[in-house]
Structure formats: C-alpha cells, structure tokens
Nanobody, 123 residues
C-alpha cells in the first residue's frame, strides 16, 4: 500500500503565494509521474500540473507562468509552488502518483491519490 500525504494548503489573499507538498510512503519500487489536480465545489477534478520521473513538466493553461511543479526523488515528494493566486484557484488540491510496485514475482503499476488539501483565495 502507498500513502500520499499533502500539506501546505490554507487561506491566502489574491496575489499571494502558497506551496503545497505531497510525500509518498509505503511499498514502492519506483514512482513514475506525479501530479496535482484540483476540484472546485460542484466541478470536476482537473489536472493542474504534472511532472515525470525525469523532470518533464506540463501545466494547465490557467496556471502557466504562475505555478511551478517540482519533485525531490530522494524524498519521494512533489511540490507545487503557487504564485499570483486568484480567487478562481480556490479548490481542494489533490496529489496523484503513478507508482510501480513489486509483489509475488510481478511488477505492476497503480495510481494513488492523497486526501486533498483546501486552498482558498480571497478577493
């Protein structure tokens, strides 16, 4: 089993910054892609940013130039630096990790989710 624990959410004024962290722990052979998603009230969960194991990144158009995703492979941790926050960034932010595991002589891959952390941006 793999656990993802997020931290760093909170309340911030428009124009402010927050840094989210997500640490993975458990039985893992390798962590592949990691990413951040967000879900605003009454809306679907959407990709915010993702990073591959080699460091390649991609971002939703709405956050390009304001958010930066990074990872520390030694710590099994992914970060999301959020600058110039806007009220429309308000949502629950979820961490996601694509994890390769080994058990019973077989390798397999599963996607895991964190519990979510609330980000609220006031105008």
């Amino acid at each position: 089993q793999v656990h993802l624990v997020e931290s760093g959410g909170g309340l911030v004024q428009a124009g402010g910054s927050l840094r989210l962290s997500c640490a993975a722990s458990g039985s893992m052979f390798r962590i592949n892609a990691m990413g951040w998603y967000r879900q605003a009230s009454g809306k679907q969960r959407d990709l915010v940013a993702a990073i591959s194991s080699s460091g390649s990144t991609n971002y939703a158009d709405s956050v390009k130039g304001r958010f930066t995703i990074s990872r520390d492979n030694a710590k099994n941790t992914v970060y999301l630096q959020m600058n110039s926050l806007k009220p429309e960034d308000t949502a629950v932010y979820f961490c996601n990790a694509d994890v390769s595991q080994y058990s019973g002589g077989y390798y397999f891959t599963n996607a895991y989710w964190g519990q979510g952390t609330q980000v609220t941006v006031s105008s």
